[in-house]
């Protein structure tokens, strides 16, 4: 332990993948599986509670070898080939990427066919590209794939020297390619709905994808991963960047099993004119999630994770705007939790005015059980709140964040950033029933019957509203405004300047006329 790095606040690309591979589980720090010169180093655990990952100790791999049992580990060694299938007529581009796993662990990795006991591989895609109004870099995820099921484990050495099989289980070691074709074989697809990625269970055999009712899926599409053509468009998304995602699930590296949350990596992707893929750039990320894709492009993005059943990834930012607010932005990604998130809130202090919430998820498709209703927004008191349109006891294939989705949240307010509490409400029953984890959030802001106070003996604020600031606001009357614009205290957004000093700012005025007792701002 003494050999591993103190606690650091790094936030850059390379620090972000050096971080990952001393990942939080169970509010433990999980020094991953790795082979060193042909050695392995086995797991282990050293607690340290519940943290971002930003301040979790990282660990160079190679450096600590703990005790643990023979386990598997299985991830996507590479992203190897990409495969356009081309415009499915409906407004969609359909891709597959090829896989290669690589068994990390010290023991073989069951790969039967026509059983439950081998992988299931999973695709989706991202995009990383400019806020269109303010320019801000944020993550969505675009599509998403049913699953390729595994059926016999060849011996290559990609990641390390192969202790081959004999086709049945992945040995240790050993690699195994599956072409972007084959993972698109929509003969061989099952239905994500069905596996439990908590666990790696699943039924055999498994539903098979459709496009009968599902009017956003074609012959050319179902089943695979399609993404709509407006946002691969090279002209229509300037500045964007995409990326692919391989994730394969097992139920011999599971989170119950003590499986790292690893088995996923990415690789960004060139597109073309037409929107197929052109190209990859770079190289695979290993043991890397897709939300990682945001903190490579915009290296001021935080990141953290949190456990329930499985792992959910998390990011997060505020940006200044220029014009007295902030956009906060955050992203969350289910890498393998069957308890699915149900919910998810921001705490708001006082004195706070919210605009332009959103939200972004991505579709499920070709007959997939789950519903894709947006989640519903709640602004209270304190806190603004995403849920599922349904509770798991109402419906239990409403929205839920599932595994191996991103969705989004966001809004502008009118205070800087500062810490702040977030909250992950988890969609089926259980304990906790929550987590709380610590955001980029508002900070408190000047109470709204001050708002009028522009002026006093002294200038400025002088905790009372009076003729003083009525003299200010008559000065700098005009559209735009005259002067420095102070008297510019509302808008057609309540309490939002609009650059303006007008009828809007007056009738304020009056409504807070004579109101003693404003604090200085």
């Known amino acids: 332990a003494d050999r591993m790095d103190g606690l650091c606040g790094r936030y850059a690309p390379e620090e972000q993948r050096n971080l990952r591979k001393g990942i939080i589980m169970k509010n433990k720090v999980v020094i991953g599986a790795a082979g060193v010169a042909g050695a392995v180093i086995v797991l282990g655990q050293i607690d340290v509670g519940a943290k971002d990952l930003a301040t979790a100790p990282s660990a160079t791999k190679g450096e600590v070898v703990l005790s643990g049992g023979s386990v598997p580990d299985v991830i996507v060694g590479d992203l190897h080939e990409r495969f356009n299938y081309g415009a499915d007529g409906i407004g969609n581009r359909v891709f597959s990427f090829g896989t290669t796993s690589c068994n990390i662990g010290n023991a073989p990795l069951a790969w039967v066919s026509n059983t439950n006991q081998h992988p299931v591989i999973a ?23 049913w699953l390729k099921h595994g059926f016999f484990a060849l011996a290559g050495s990609l ?7 004999a086709g049945s289980a992945l040995g240790v070691g050993c690699s195994d390619p599956y072409s972007a074709t084959r993972n698109a074989d929509q003969s061989d697809a ?76 990415y690789r960004e992707v060139l597109m073309n004119s037409s929107g197929n893929i052109s190209a990859f750039a770079g190289a695979t990320e290993r043991e890397v999630s897709g939300l990682f894709a945001w903190v490579e492009v915009d290296a001021s993005v935080k990141t953290g994770q949190v456990n329930a059943d499985g792992t959910f990834f998390y990011g997060y930012n505020a940006y200044n705007n220029g014009d007295g607010t902030w956009d906060y932005e955050y992203a969350v990604q289910n890498h393998n939790s069957d308890r699915a998130g149900g919910s998810f809130s921001v705490a708001i202090p006082p004195n706070v005015n919210v605009t332009n919430i959103g939200f972004h998820d991505v579709d499920y498709h070709s007959g997939e059980a789950w519903d894709n209703t947006d989640w519903v927004v709640t602004v209270g008191a304190s806190s603004v709140t995403w849920s599922s349109p349904e509770s798991h006891a109402q419906n239990p294939n409403s929205n839920a964040l599932r595994w191996g989705t991103l969705y989004n949240f966001r809004f502008t307010a009118d205070t800087p950033p500062g810490v702040g509490t977030a909250t992950l409400g988890y969609f089926k029953p259980g304990t906790p029933s929550s987590s709380d984890i610590s955001v980029f959030g508002p900070t408190e802001g000047t109470p709204a019957f001050c708002a009028a106070d522009i002026d006093g003996p002294g200038g400025g604020p002088d905790g009372n509203v ?56």
């Open 123 to 145: 695709q989706n895609m991202f995009r990383v590209a400019p806020d269109p109004v303010n320019g801000h870099m944020r993550i969505e995820q675009l599509g998403q794939s």
């Open 159 to 165: 990641c390390q020297p192969c202790q081959g099989t």
């Open 466 to 521: 009076d003729a003083l600031d009525i003299l200010l606001m008559i000065a700098q009357w005009g559209s735009p405004c005259v002067g420095s614009c102070e008297a510019d205290i509302s808008g057609p957004t309540p309490l939002v300047p609009d650059g303006n000093v007008d009828s809007i700012d007056f009738l304020l005025l009056i409504a807070q006329w004579g109101t003693p007792g404003c604090p200085s701002p």
């Open 190 to 265: 099952g239905a994500k709905w069905q596996v439990n990625a908590a666990t790696g269970f699943f039924p055999y055999p498994p539903q098979t994808p459709s496009p009968a009712g599902d009017p956003t899926v074609a012959n050319l599409s179902y089943g695979r991963l399609k993404v709509a053509e407006s946002d691969v468009l090279p002209s229509q998304n300037p500045n964007a960047r995409w990326f692919g995602e391989g994730q394969y699930v097992h139920p011999q590296d599971s989170p119950q099993d003590g499986g790292l949350p690893n088995n996923a990596s």
